[in-house]
Each structure stands twice: as structure tokens, then as C-alpha cells.
């Protein structure tokens, strides 16, 4: 990786953490236990750049500006609300299982 990727990357994430700063609280406090699941389920496209993370804080700004609170955005399960997100990703748990699928196919 090239260091001026690594900047470009630097300056995407600061951009990124400050569209989360401006989010109303109760919009912060769910983002962060939402990424936090994201980057522990580990869909793949998240090795791609913030582009998912991005969604959906362009998802949460539509829902404060039409003056929505986070669980009416969400649902009140944001567990399902992750899932749905992630339903037709592939996860590193995917990649593992797949792994360990070939590795019993050879022997």
C-alpha cells in the first residue's frame, strides 16, 4: 500500500468520524455499537473502504432531517437492522466456513 493511499485513507476516516460527531446523540450512540458489530460479523466490503459505513450515516442524516429518532430509523431491534444490512454480504465467518468446506472435501 502506497503511503499516499494511506493518507487518502487517514483523511476519508477523519471526514468520516467527524459526519458521526455531528449526529444527535441517541444517532452516535447507535452508529458506534452498529460498526462495532459490523467490524465483529466482518462483511468483506468493509476491507474496500468506509463505503458501507458511510451509507448508512447518510442514512441516519436523512432521519434527522426529517426529524425522525434513531429507532424509528432503525427499527428497535438494531440487531435485525445489522443483519439486514449484511443479509447478502459475505462475512469472514463465510470465507471461514468455505475454508474448512474445501479443507473436508480433500480429505
Not at 503511503?3 to 452508529?31: C, F, M, T
Not at 465483529?40 to 426529517?66: H, Q, R, T
Not at 447478502?88 to 474445501?102: E, G, I, R
Request: charged share 30%; proline share 3%; hydrophobic share 40%.
Amino acid at each position: 500500500m502506497s503511503i499516499k493511499k494511506i493518507i487518502e485513507g487517514r483523511k476519508e476516516w477523519r471526514a468520516h468520524v467527524s459526519r458521526v460527531k455531528a449526529l444527535p446523540q441517541d444517532y452516535q450512540i447507535v452508529y458506534k455499537e452498529i460498526q462495532k458489530y459490523l467490524f465483529k460479523v466482518g462483511p468483506v466490503e468493509l476491507n474496500e473502504g468506509i463505503g458501507p459505513l458511510s451509507e448508512i450515516i447518510s442514512f441516519f442524516e436523512e432521519g434527522v432531517i426529517a426529524g425522525k429518532r434513531v429507532l424509528e430509523v432503525t427499527g428497535a431491534d438494531v440487531a435485525a437492522f445489522c443483519d439486514a444490512l449484511i443479509e447478502d454480504s459475505k462475512t469472514y465467518a463465510d470465507l471461514y466456513q468455505d475454508s474448512l468446506n474445501k479443507k473436508n472435501l480433500r480429505e
